[in-house]
């Protein structure tokens, strides 16, 4: 029946005849307001024609409900009254909204009063807290000072540890700290008195404390580094980090960008992956230097300042030293060789440094460079080196158990490389790269083509050809107009040297070698050939 008297409502209005009928309400008497249903907003309209509202909800929040609305639907028809039945549902809308607006601000009020009653206790707490000062119990046994890594030798007993605040869980009663020494992780369980001072209430991630308690295994089912807990008898604050806007999480974390982790370099360094990774190369420099030592190669420092180049000018970082022109080295071949006569077989673990500004993993301007020079070898002695020295060292870092399981963590897809390594000559190289449908890019018309015999083969072919043959790959006999002019022409055919790449699944080029030329005017041809002054190179 209400529907039909609406019915009846809305053809007398727009017939121009009275809305007093049974069912209708007075007539709204305040200004006019318009609601476009196709062009309007509620959000950024005032009600007037050249900007309506979008619904007639958005019209009675903003002006109230007694204003005389103006509809329609598009831009195109005519302005007109609001029907009966429309504003009746309107307002009923209104009214509902109303009551949640009320509610939402009952709610807020609410809210606002627990957090400030809760901001409180907070203070009143923190302001008690200030009076409990903690006493080392001197009736106790006296605490071993331990680094964590030695803590699995004191179960039972009671030892002192300091470090970094890595984690932390506050509870009511409790804290659970995960304390982080540079030689391990250790969960130290704090409660009682301890866990009310007020440096235990304020204490933030990064700050560095002291620990004493017993060293417990910890309860069946639970879980914690190397399976043991500190349970704390006395501890204290050292140092407070940062908290608020400058606390370490607010500083970095998982989605912090880039660029700003790079400025934050000292700090990503205190976390577990960056951490684990100086720990592998840290074993990997021991590996190699070991497996060096076996080979009977002497480790020798050249230094980093240099007048001569080796890789090309165009790379050189160039400097003054005092009044004459130097530079910081991009190899230190030539001062390794200098040492073969009095030392024989040498090595060195030095910065290189490229004057690349090349934004790729392959091009830094700074990197560790691990280099060696024997004397009276072969290139198939060359190539057999090479690859005892890569699997000696893997074998040494991955007898570490520690060190091991660091490198699977980093990497879970790690498998160690087995010999023979497979020798491949770059001619081949070219006929696999055609016959796999491997193309690379013409310079001139950029379309994808096929390799030919000279092509300075891409990395990115060179990286799918060691993927997808698994296998690491000695890419040897270069084109010598792809090299550099010192290296050793192969016997019988001189269009071609005697260097080798090692290519290593799913990472790419590890090392680079060649034979170096022995005949002395060849060699002087090679500096003449290239511009280069051989003056400086006397020595």
């Known amino acids: 029946m209400s529907q039909v008297v609406d019915s009846i409502v809305d053809k007398v209005t727009n017939l121009g005849l009275s809305n007093t009928l049974p069912g209708s309400s007075d007539k709204p008497t305040g200004p006019a307001v318009y609601v476009d249903e196709g062009t309007g907003s509620d959000e950024t309209a005032d009600g007037t024609s050249e900007k309506p509202y979008a619904t007639v909800l958005g019209a009675m929040v903003a002006k109230g409900q007694d204003v005389s609305i103006l509809t329609r639907k598009q831009p195109t028809d005519e302005w007109a ?23 939402a601000a009952e709610n807020k009020e609410k809210l606002e009063k627990e957090a400030a009653e809760m901001k409180e206790r907070e203070a009143k707490r923190l302001e008690e807290s200030k009076k409990i000062q903690l006493v080392e119990d001197a009736s106790l046994p006296p605490a071993t000072k331990v680094k964590i890594r030695g803590c699995a030798n004191h179960h039972e007993k009671r030892v002192r540890v300091f470090g970094w605040v890595h984690r932390l869980r506050q509870q009511k009663e409790n804290t659970f700290i995960v304390l982080r020494d540079g030689s391990g992780y250790l969960q130290c369980f704090i409660s009682g008195k301890l866990a009310q001072t007020y440096d235990a209430l304020t204490l933030t991630l990064e700050s560095t404390v002291e620990i ?7 309860p069946e089912g639970k879980t914690a580094p190397d399976g043991h807990e500190l349970i704390a008898d006395y501890w204290k604050l050292i140092h407070a980090a940062p908290s608020g806007d400058d606390a370490f999480s607010n500083k970095i974390n998982e989605h912090s960008d880039p660029s700003l982790l790079a400025d934050y ?8 992956k960056a951490a684990s990774v100086l720990r592998v190369r840290a074993a ?7 497996t060096f030592e076996k080979l009977g190669v002497l480790e020798v ?25 130097a530079f910081l080295t991009q190899s230190s071949q030539l001062y390794l060789e200098t040492c073969l006569p009095s030392l024989g077989d040498v090595y060195c673990v030095q910065e290189s440094f490229r004057a690349e500004n090349s934004h790729t993993r392959r091009h830094l301007s700074e990197y560790t460079h691990l280099e060696a020079e024997l004397a009276f070898i072969t290139f198939d002695d060359l190539m057999t080196h090479i690859e005892n020295v890569i699997c000696d060292s893997v074998e040494i ?4 158990p520690v ?7 980093l990497n879970p897809k790690f498998q160690q490389p087995k010999r023979p390594f497979m020798r491949l000559d770059y001619r081949d190289a070219i006929k696999w790269l055609n016959d796999h449908g491997i193309k690379r890019e013409d310079e001139t018309t950029h379309e994808m083509v096929d390799h030919v015999v000279g092509d300075d083969i891409a990395e990115a072919a060179e990286r799918k050809m060691t993927d997808e043959i698994g296998v690491p790959i000695f890419l040897h006999k270069f084109p010598r107009e792809l090299k550099a002019f010192y290296m050793k022409r192969v016997p019988g055919d001189e269009d071609y040297t005697e260097s080798v790449d090692l290519l290593m699944p799913n990472v790419g080029e590890i090392v680079g070698g060649s034979m170096r030329i022995s005949d002395m005017q060849e060699l002087l041809e090679g500096y003449k050939r290239e511009g280069i002054d051989p003056a400086p190179y006397y020595w």
């Open 301 to 325: 420092t050249p230094p980093c300042m240099v007048q001569t180049q080796v890789e090309g000018g165009a790379t050189l970082f160039k400097l003054d030293y005092y009044g004459q022109p």
């Open 212 to 218: 004493v308690g017993t060293m417990k295994p910890v």
């Open 265 to 272: 370099r000292h700090l990503v360094l205190r976390g577990e």
């Open 81 to 103: 009254a609001i029907t009966p039945t429309a504003l009746k549902k309107a307002k009923k809308s209104y009214e509902l909204h109303e009551k949640k607006m009320k509610k």
């Open 403 to 409: 060190i091991s399981k660091l490198v699977y963590q």
């Open 284 to 290: 990997m420099l021991g590996a190699f230097r070991t």
């Open 397 to 400: 870092i991955l007898s570490d």
